[in-house]
């Protein structure tokens, strides 16, 4: 199709919402307001400007940047098109984007100026198969470019009618097996969600979020979603600052954010556990446990923490514990509990032991409506309409779901999940090191670290011989070698050297055992 084509703008929930309030505010960046109907207008030119960059409807734009103002407009600009949106992280390395590339093979990545390096050293990128197949631009560059020659569809006009199967975006989420699967997210999920939580919240237009939260993470996504779904407004900053994000509570005009626990921790920190305002009414609080120690903190502090458990697979909450406002005491009836699930989804316990503790399975129409292009792994997680997820835990008397444990090879340190097999491959790649073993242990900034046992040749390798037999550099060497393999995040932060990995009488490796090792060292 010709790149100078036109194209017909679509309904989009944005749309919708802007001839409903076209002056409300949007949302505001850099202390700046935006309203819906001036948001609809940068939209409708930047959808102009990537149909001039070749994105057709049903085409993957992914996205390699930081929060900003133009990443909310292509948001939805994307969804004027008909494409779909794959937003992928901006610490990512080379080696780690080339799969994300290759499993999604987006027609246009977006990435901002100082990730552009990066994303042109992909083998996506240098293997021949950008040009046609793939355009890759500065996020700046699109105030730069032509616009398309366009017909835009009257603002009253129903326009394109939204399919609620079809997919808006591509989400990359864990697995037990250690490689990322990538969720497609329809719209009927995203908006189920959207209201669902909204309900459960009590959230209204008069409201206002305060979003730190990655926005290629589905907690990000979603207040998104809400935004034109329900008319909440929201304050977007560009990272987790703790000193700003205390400053803006303190404003008096915030009344919800979402945190995990090692965000919550530096926020009281930053704070020194003083009392918010009172229009602060929803501190949401998930990815990662919550320990009692830090949950006894918060409420002494007075700080309304609401716990949630959600997944990526289902676009977000499945369970959320509701504000407490005296006509219910959903807030303080179960805890240690994430609440009850939302309206319209149903959580089941699957094969329960005698303390009532099994595999959660979801039923929802918030649910993914697949991995993409694995439909092993599709097949594996969605039967029957139901969402297994791989979770462990119970439901009370009440209706509260209680996680026992979370996916047990999964790290969360900081909020970002880490797979110790992806760790583990690259430290195997050393070239003195045999084999090794990932695990997270428990932190208390970071919720968890992580850490590994590795085990080096013996004899050493003759690429590397051992300092003196005692291995005291090779930690080091271990590091800067992940350095340039792995994001920041996912490098070890503790290694010790071992003759060999423990192992349990069946011959597999002992993770408790290796992570006692490493709590001792």
């Not at 080696?95 to 083998?123: C, G, K, N, Q, Y």
């Not at 250690?178 to 409201?207: C, F, I, N, Q």
């Not at 830090?294 to 609401?306: D, G, K, W």
């Not at 590795?454 to 070698?481: C, M, Y």
Request: a negative charge; one cysteine or more; glycine letters at 8%.
């Amino acid at each position: 199709m010709d790149a100078g084509a036109s194209y017909q703008s679509r309904i989009i929930w944005l749309s919708a919402r802007a001839r409903e309030s076209p002056d409300e505010t949007c949302l505001w960046w850099q202390r700046s307001p935006v309203s819906f109907g001036a948001m609809l207008d940068a939209v409708e030119g930047v959808a102009a400007r990537l149909w001039a960059a070749g994105l057709r409807p049903t085409d993957r734009l992914a996205t390699v940047c930081a929060p900003s103002l133009r990443f909310v407009e292509l948001f939805h600009a994307v969804q004027s098109i008909g494409a779909v949106l794959v937003p992928l992280a901006p610490h990512l390395t080379a080696t780690e984007l080339t799969p994300l590339f290759e499993r999604t093979s987006p027609r246009l990545v977006l990435a901002d100026t100082a990730a552009i390096p990066t994303v042109r050293a992909t083998t996506y990128a240098t293997a021949g198969i950008s040009g046609e197949r793939c355009v890759i631009e500065a996020l700046g560059e699109l105030d730069q470019a032509a616009p398309a020659q366009k017909t835009t569809a009257p603002r009253e006009s129903p326009g394109y009618v939204v399919q609620s199967d079809e997919p808006l975006t591509v989400l990359f989420t864990s697995g037990t097996c250690g490689a990322p699967k990538a969720a497609v997210l329809p719209y009927r999920a995203h908006e189920a969600s959207a209201r669902a939580g909204a309900r459960r919240l009590r959230l209204t237009e008069r409201d206002c979020w305060l979003l730190c939260m990655p926005l290629h993470h589905v907690g990000g996504i979603s207040v998104l979603v809400r935004n034109v779904v329900c008319g909440v407004p929201f304050v977007l900053l560009e990272s987790f600052d703790a000193a700003e994000v205390d400053r803006e509570l303190r404003g008096g005009g915030v009344t919800a954010i979402s945190v995990v626990p090692t965000m919550l921790t530096r926020l009281l920190d930053a704070g020194n556990d003083r009392a918010y305002p009172n229009c602060l009414r929803i501190v949401l609080t998930g990815g990662g446990p919550l320990t009692a120690g830090l949950a006894e903190r918060a409420r002494a502090a007075h700080v309304p923490v609401l716990t949630t458990y959600g997944l990526t697979e289902a676009a977000s909450q499945v369970c959320t514990v509701a504000p407490g406002n005296g006509a219910t005491n959903d807030s303080v009836a179960a805890p240690g509990s994430v609440g009850r699930p939302l309206e319209g989804t149903e959580v089941r316990i699957d094969n329960p032991g005698a303390d009532g503790v099994g595999e959660i399975l979801v039923k929802s129409p918030t649910l993914m409506t697949g991995y993409l292009d694995d439909p092993a792994a599709t097949q594996a997680a969605l039967r029957d309409g139901l969402l297994h997820t791989g979770d462990l835990g119970r439901l009370d008397a009440a209706g509260h779901l209680h996680i026992e444990c979370r996916r047990t090879d999964l790290i969360i340190t900081g909020g970002e999940n880490v797979y110790p097999r992806e760790v583990e491959a690259v430290l195997c790649s050393h070239p003195e090191i045999e084999t090794a073993v990932v695990v997270g242990v428990d932190d208390s900034k970071w919720g968890q670290r992580v850490s590994a046992v590795v085990v080096p040749f013996s004899p050493p390798s003759p690429t590397r011989p051992a300092d003196d037999g005692s291995h005291g550099e090779l930690p080091k060497r271990i590091i800067d070698f992940c350095v340039t393999r792995l994001a920041k995040y996912k490098i070890p932060r503790a290694i010790v050297i071992a003759e060999s990995l423990p192992m349990t009488p069946s011959g597999k490796i002992d993770l408790k055992a290796a992570k006692t090792l490493l709590e001792q060292s």
